[in-house]
């Protein structure tokens, strides 16, 4: 299979034998719907695996049950139902296989969930069997916390790596190095390091810059700085990022990737963040327009001429 930047849609139309259904249901309703997009997708002749909790309680048949990895190896498409926190879950797993992801909007500001649920059906009907849709490429944050010249630890980030005290009202003192060269020092609540995908996400709301998608680079984002001279600094996404804590420094520390998984380290440890090899592939109606969506997910929208 091509390249999602160059992927013959139609190929990848072919390509689609099995397909994953993922999400976790906050209510009934989302279970209800699991329950009719799984059988919507037998009817269309598509062998479907379902994420094994929602599987089991909707009283699947053990063929129809998998995790998350068994998805990403033998699906081609995974539809993830929910909100974003949704979708940046099975995303740091599904990245490391060839599988296209696209998401069912449950949640709130859905930046991640193209579709809608009211016209769940017919948006997948286009993107299945009309090949009304498109593949976009995202790179995703591997960071890594470093112990006497040992890995100790990994994790990867869709949106975003956040360097911070594992208690909180605690500020730290660290030094940052890009590429191996002294950029700055700050004492501060943390450090958010973002993808343009997370620029959106906990960075903006930090006064981090908004990032447009297809942008080789990478934000990062002081939280709280002890100075006014702070300023969110973008670097170029290729770089590699490491930061080393002062040796006053006490308190445990963490890294926290997507707000979902964290790395615990000590002041001593030398935490690096990088582009991960593995990326998100992130299949779109045909009609996606990210400016559309980020006007009207931050109200901006207004009438058009």
Known sequence: MKRPNTIDIKALQSSFHTIGLLGKPRHDVTLQMHKNLFQWLIEKGYQVLVERPIGEQLGLHENHLASVDEIGQQAQLAIV?????????????????DIALIGIN??????????????????????????????????????????????????????????HPAKIAHMIDFHVYINDKFAFSQRSDGLIISTPTGSTAYSLSAGGPILTPQLNAIALVPMFPHTLSSRPLVIDGDSKISIRFAEYNTSQLEVGCDSQVALEFSPDDIVHIQKSPDKLRLLHLKHYNYYKVLSSKLGWLRNSV
């Open 106 to 163: 449950r949640g709130n500001l859905g930046f991640l969930t193209d579709i809608d649920p009211k016209n769940a059906y017919s948006q997948l009907q286009a993107c299945l069997e009309d090949g009304d849709c498109f593949v976009e490429e995202r790179f995703i944050l591997e960071a890594s916390v470093e112990r006497n010249g040992k890995i100790i630890a990994r994790g990867n980030a869709v949106n975003e790596a956040v360097v």
């Open 81 to 97: 139902i929910g909100g974003d926190g949704n979708v940046l879950g099975r995303a740091r797993t599904l990245a490391k296989y």
